[in-house]
């Protein structure tokens, strides 16, 4: 894991929550500007779900890695399943799915620092 | 089929719903899995609970006439059990050496297990279907 892409990560994360909610008090539904976010921010999950793998491969592993990959695998797989739920809502509330995805994906980033860290 | 079950403020439900399901699960299932007898009380009620969200995904997903009821049972008993389990587990610590999603009122979870429910009895109350006059 490496900590400054982790807190890229967490800071998209958070970008992403904020225009959603902000997206969802408007009454209007994901745009274009959000799902290109919502894709830079997967493609940096990817590099870092990478990384962490060649780094427990190669030894360097966390207390409990089988808790690890479990989040790893999470945070990879959930960012593209609430985009397919959110968007097949025309409405505010897929900005709503959205925001939720978002902030779960930001919590998840937290938990994975906590638990590589011990 | 009542689609509308899903969509509109369904949909959201649905997403914090399916994010329940899967951490409750997975918390239960590492808890059972690894240290079961430290603290068997609290782990069989993850248990209960990660069951508990996985049914009331699945029905609101689902989202037909039967499956608005057995949404309507899985969160009620969502809310009896997370009020039990508060209550419990800040009047009684000792019984619960190791945290669930319901102790201290999800608290551990932004409160967001103690909410949940009610929103999810008032959607299911809004989308109740007009009888035939």
Known sequence: MLAPLALLLGALSLALAVWSLVGAVRAARPSGGQLLLAAVLEAAILVQAVIATVLVVTGTRPLSTATFAGYLLTIVLLLPAGVFWGLADRSRWGNGVLAVTAVTTAVLVLRLEQIWNG | ?133
């Open chain 2, 1 to 133: 089929m009542r689609p509308a079950l899903r969509s509109g403020p369904g949909r959201l439900l649905v997403a914090v719903y399916a994010v329940f399901a899967l951490s409750a699960s997975a918390r239960a299932l590492v808890q059972i899995a690894t240290d079961f007898s430290a603290a068997p009380l609290a782990y069989l009620l993850s248990a209960l609970a990660a069951a508990v969200y996985v049914v009331a995904t699945v029905a609101l997903v689902r989202s037909s006439e039967r499956s608005r009821r057995v949404a309507l049972v899985s969160v009620t008993v969502e809310l009896v059990g997370v009020l039990t389990v508060g209550l419990l587990s800040v009047e009684d610590p000792v019984a619960f050496p190791d945290a669930t999603v319901w102790s201290g009122f999800g608290a551990g979870y932004g409160y967001v297990p103690l909410v949940l429910p009610v929103l999810g009895l008032w959607w299911l109350r809004s989308q109740r279907p007009r009888r035939a006059v």
